[in-house]
């Protein structure tokens, strides 16, 4: 058994035609270890690929090429008992904290389903100290929630009570894919703040789907920057964050409007086209068009990811060749 709770091996996901289809995750590889629990945050502009690799770790989609590991198995070769066990270990939260429910059923049913499927419980005393416990967890108690219906609850609290859901189970790792978005502002430290503890009591990991850069600096351990499909960056949430190294996430970072009446945005920004640049046949770098830093060889050569920092930092960045 592999000492990694994930091992992500060259995985590439396109849709359509494999030579000339549209390129969702490239070439991708990546290792989650088992210990200690960390949050992984998954960062970029939308379309970039970040909840295509959520998508595939929960098994929704099988990846064109290449392998996923879950404690030294490939994933897409479970059985059923594998499968079943499987999820177990590995849950899901989602951006909608409205539409994930039945509003014909009060809240008591989300957990009484898990304990039904999972048979988690041989009373209804035990599955509600059960459903307590992990409503606890998140901050909230059974007598405030089990017996009311969504409509009652607020965005907030309906999106903590699906994290209590999927902790129930004890699981090893959670796909929180932009799990705040939806939530008052107001709102979001509450939840943030709950995985973080998750993580530390708990040891529970995370991969966090975000395209919010504050939330990825106050609450990452390690953070991946994806552009059409690629890492650009990734290390130390920290490191990259204050100290980025690739073109494009410099620009990623200074497009963060700042609170400063005197320093303005530019305006509108025209980009080129780039949809020629994401086909499973392009070469070269797919920030080639928008870089401002771009080498000749960029159009034609795909950079690796360079080592530019302690701690793992990489950038796939040809400024960076040794």
Request: glycine share 6%; with cysteine; net charge negative.
């Amino acid at each position: 058994m592999s000492d990694n709770l994930f091992d992500i091996r060259n995985v590439s996901k396109i849709y359509g035609a494999e030579d000339t289809g549209l390129v969702a995750l490239s070439d991708y590889s990546f290792e989650i270890p088992a210990e200690p629990a960390r949050i992984i945050t998954i960062a970029g502009e939308s379309g970039s690929g970040k909840s295509t690799l959520g998508e595939l770790l929960l098994r929704s989609s099988p990846p064109t090429r290449g392998e996923i590991l879950f404690q030294g198995v490939d994933i897409w070769k479970f059985n059923e008992a594998q499968k079943r066990e499987y999820y177990r270990h590995v849950q899901a939260v989602f951006q909608d904290p409205f539409g994930v429910y039945n509003p014909f059923y009060r809240i008591r049913h989300v957990f009484d389903m898990v304990v039904k499927n999972y048979r988690l419980a041989t009373s209804k005393q035990a599955a509600r100290d059960l459903a307590e416990e992990a409503l606890n967890a998140v901050g909230l108690r059974g007598d405030d929630v089990l017996p009311k219906y969504p409509h009652q609850l607020s965005g907030g609290q309906r999106q903590r009570i699906m994290i209590a859901r999927a902790t129930m189970l004890k699981p090893r790792f959670i796909v929180a894919d932009e799990p705040v978005s939806m939530v008052d502002a107001s709102l979001r430290a509450s939840i943030l703040d709950v995985m973080m503890n998750l993580r530390d009591e708990y040891g529970i990991s995370f991969l966090y789907v975000t395209h919010d850069l504050s939330t990825a600096y106050q609450i990452g351990d390690q953070i991946l920057l994806l552009y059409q499909g690629t890492v650009a960056e990734h290390g130390n949430a920290v490191d990259v964050i204050s100290n980025p190294q690739h073109p494009y996430v410099q620009l990623l970072i200074e497009s963060v409007p700042k609170p400063d009446p005197h320093d303005p945005w530019p305006g509108e920004v025209e980009l080129p086209a780039e949809e020629s640049f994401r086909t499973a046949s392009a070469k070269g770098c797919r920030f080639f068009q928008r870089c401002p830093k771009r080498l000749s060889r960029c159009e034609t050569e795909s950079p690796e990811r360079y080592d530019v920092g302690p701690g793992g930092h990489q950038a796939a960045c040809f400024l960076y060749e040794p």
